[in-house]
């Protein structure tokens, strides 16, 4: 019982995080371009002079989303060699 008790903590605290990270914004600039992006690494905007790119945002949560889930499998691959219960293949 005290596990489940554990288990249902870290998941209250892992939600808060995730809520934290999706309201936490960063902005950066390169010449004509701004992009903002939050902390769970998502393009919520990009502009070029100050007028919304919709286009380059989709493009940028694209290639955000394949590396990640390259980055995932990699790491699945690496753990699983270490025969840890419920990773790898």
Known sequence: ????????????????????????HIEADEGEYTITINGKQECIA??????????????????LKKSQEIAQKEMKEIMGGLGLPGLGK
């Open 1 to 24: 019982m005290d596990q489940m008790k554990e288990m249902m903590a870290l998941k209250k605290k892992a939600d808060a995080i995730q809520e934290k990270l999706g309201n936490t």
């Open 46 to 63: 990009a502009l070029k002079d100050g007028v919304p790119q919709p286009n380059l945002v989709k493009a940028l949560n694209k290639g």
